[in-house]
């Protein structure tokens, strides 16, 4: 063969591997409908393929006539990806099969000092363990997928600055990952994860044009616009928490003061209710200043208790409005939001912030906007850093060549959709 046709016959495989990934299962006369490729081709293809592990005979399905067609689908044993991500708090190890699914998952508390080295160690820990629990052979990891807190350049994997980790800056993740594992490495940016993560597996699934506002150590916001993740210029697109909202407000992390951050994120929160505490407030809280954590938090606000109440709608109206700004200034279809903790249960906010977005959004007579809580869970920013890296394994080789062919199902429309050419 020639170079130019083992190119070819390359990208005719990834094509094939990529359609059956979007499809789920698919019969190989779909596939030849949908690629164009002719059906010879195809089957020396696909027999290839399921030779080599990556596709699998996945059932069968009525053609009419009593005839019976072959559906294909993704092999899980192929392989794994690691997705990991962490804040200011937590750092998730998920591992995740080649077709998409959380196999294994590893849960681990920062460290109390997260300096560089200690972040570091801590993550190369926290992916060599999920690895070793994961049941699969280390060989057939086929890549490492990561949602860090900081503002990242996608390109180089390297993260720029955290505000939230004043010590992790400039650190070139992917080639520390890559020259540990020996794998590819990709690096977005956690609220991106987590909003991927909602769009394909939570409650934005379907949803073309999605505000989703990510609260917790810090906060942040993801966009899908017109159904792919919106990054910006130097993709720094969604720093929901630094909007300004109080004139002469507390100093913020990223150097400005009164940012939404400063009065709505937990760690802000917190700092407010320990102030208040030695200050003297009487409060179920109380007695607790030093260990306060947001379970307690929530707790007492559960409770009724007046101090936490008041600087949890304090909170509430301050993030109401920024959000209602953001979708102002956006029209979404759906405003997701995630609170990142089983306390934050929605009863606790959903209505106040609904209220704000009724009031405060402009909209056309009989137009709703819904307000909804996120529902791809806790593993949402680890599982959506796996699911960018697949679209990045499975795609990428599409985008990178010269060759182009006509795709016409519906599904297949949406190739290349996620993630920018490498
Ligand atoms: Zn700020």
């Not at 992916?127 to 990891?141: D, F, M, N, T, V």
């Not at 794998?183 to 073309?208: S, Y």
């Amino acid at each position: 063969m020639t170079r130019k046709s083992v190119k070819r016959v390359s990208f005719y495989k990834s094509l094939l591997v990529a359609c059956v990934r979007r499809e789920g299962s698919i019969s190989r006369t779909q596939l030849g409908r949908s690629t164009r490729i002719r059906m010879p081709l195809i089957s020396a293809l696909t027999r290839d393929l399921i030779a080599r592990g990556v596709l699998m005979e996945s059932g069968r399905k009525s053609a009419g006539r009593g005839r019976r067609q072959v559906l294909l689908g993704l092999n899980s044993r192929h392989g794994f990806v690691v997705g990991i991500e962490f804040d200011l708090y937590w750092m998730t190890a998920a591992v995740v099969d080649v077709c998409g699914r959380i196999v294994a998952r590893r849960r681990i508390e920062m460290p109390c000092l997260p300096t560089r080295s200690a972040i570091t160690e801590a993550l190369l820990e926290a992916i060599a363990s999920a690895i070793r629990e994961s049941g699969y052979e280390p060989k057939a990891l086929k890549g490492i997928g990561v949602a860090d807190p900081g503002v990242v350049d996608t390109q180089s994997g390297t993260t720029r600055l955290c505000s939230l980790l004043p010590d992790w800056h400039d650190v070139p993740v992917r080639d520390l990952l890559t020259s540990r594992f020996g794998v590819p490495v990709l690096l977005d940016e956690n609220t991106r994860a987590k909003t991927l993560c909602e769009h394909r597996a939570g409650a934005a699934q379907g949803i073309r044009h999605l505000l989703y506002v990510d609260v917790g150590s810090g906060i942040g916001c993801g966009l899908i616009m017109d159904g792919r993740l919106y990054r910006g210029h130097r993709e720094i697109a969604g720093e929901l928490g630094h909007v300004r909202v109080l004139e002469n407000g507390p100093v913020c992390q990223c150097g400005g003061s009164g940012c939404l951050e400063t009065v709505a994120s937990y760690p802000a929160l917190i700092r407010q209710a320990r102030a208040a505490l030695r200050d003297g407030a009487r409060s179920l809280m109380a007695g607790r200043a030093d260990a306060l954590t947001m379970a307690d938090f929530f707790e007492a606000v559960r409770g009724g208790d007046r101090l936490a109440l008041g600087l949890w709608d304090r909170a509430l109206r301050y993030l109401g409005e920024a959000v209602a700004n953001a979708a102002n200034l956006l029209n979404p279809e759906l405003i997701a939001m995630n609170f990142n903790l089983p306390e934050a249960d929605e009863s606790l906010w959903l209505a106040a912030l609904r209220g704000i977005v009724e009031r405060r959004v402009i909209r056309l007579p009989g137009q709703d906007l819904p307000v909804r809580a996120a529902r791809a869970g806790g593993d949402a920013g680890a599982w959506g850093a796996a699911m960018l890296l697949l679209d990045r394994l499975f795609e990428g080789p599409l985008v990178s060549q010269e060759v182009c062919l006509p795709v016409t199902t519906a599904k297949a429309g949406f190739l290349f959709t996620h993630y920018s050419a490498p």
